[in-house]
T-cell receptor, first 110, second 114 residues
Framework: GEDVEQSLFLSVREGDSSVINCTYTDSSSTYLYWYKQEPGAGLQLLTYIFSNMDMKQDQRLTVLLNKKDKHLSLRIADTQTGDSAIYFC??????????FGPGTRLSVLP | NAGVTQTPKFQVLKTGQSMTLQCAQD?????MYWYRQDPGMGLRLIYY???????DKGEVPNGYNVSRLNKREFSLRLESAAPSQTSVYFC?????????????FGPGTRLTVT
């Protein structure tokens, strides 16, 4: 079946850039998403990219998509302590199916 | 707009007890979902409803039932709770005709089964 993989942990220093990586298996994915989950809360959409795009930039966030390798990344520039959270990669196929990765816990060190 | 609301926020059950988790959305979305979140496993889809009056099984439906009461409300029922159902449960909704099809999530229900 479809699968989305992410590393589980990432630590960075405040002010550095963070890069969170994701790989997926479904070649029919239409949209790919990055969600952020803060402690005790639900998931909030950070950004998304349509499968015919290579890159999308939104303020401090840059999403890169390599369709050939089925690799998605999220770069957070000038990472702040408020960016500490769990980040989920998710993909949606032509149907109603969303598949989420296990989440990457980002810790920002002062 | 409240978005997606879930009740209760926390619940402790004994093995064999039953309960219903409630979810409502005020965004007029057609599609609604129930997920469970377990450490290191991300979100797994339990059931979803593409529109009022329809429900379909997701990845992990065993031990659960759902009801799409109307367009706003989608409830999840545990008939006989088991310790393996200890988890955080999230309800979500989406609109099939939006630009991004994104899902909007509720705050979650933290369920412990002893």
């Amino acid at each position: 079946g479809e699968d989305v993989e992410q590393s589980l942990f990432l630590s960075v220093r405040e002010g550095d850039s963070s890069v969170i990586n994701c790989t997926y298996t479904d070649s029919s994915s239409t949209y790919l998403y990055w969600y952020k989950q803060e402690p005790g809360a639900g998931l909030q959409l950070l950004t998304y990219i349509f499968s015919n795009m290579d890159m999308k930039q939104d303020q401090r966030l840059t999403v890169l998509l390599n369709k050939k390798d089925k690799h998605l990344s999220l770069r957070i520039a000038d990472t702040q302590t408020g960016d500490s959270a769990i980040y989920f990669c998710a993909e949606r196929d032509y149907g109603q199916n969303f598949v989420f990765g296990p989440g990457t816990r980002l810790s920002v060190l002062p | 707009n409240a978005g997606v609301t879930q009740t209760p926020k926390f619940q402790v059950l004994k093995t064999g007890q039953s309960m219903t988790l409630q979810c409502a959305q005020d965004m007029n979305h057609n599609s609604m979902y129930w997920y469970r979140q377990d450490p290191g496993m991300g979100l797994r889809l339990i059931y979803y409803s593409a529109s009022e009056g329809t429900t379909d099984k997701g990845e992990v439906p065993n031990g659960y039932n759902v009801s799409r009461l109307n367009k706003r409300e989608f409830s999840l029922r545990l008939e006989s709770a088991a310790p393996s159902q200890t988890s955080v449960y999230f309800c979500a909704s989406s609109e099939a005709h939006s630009t991004s099809y994104e899902q909007y999530f509720g705050p979650g229900t933290r369920l412990t089964v002893t």
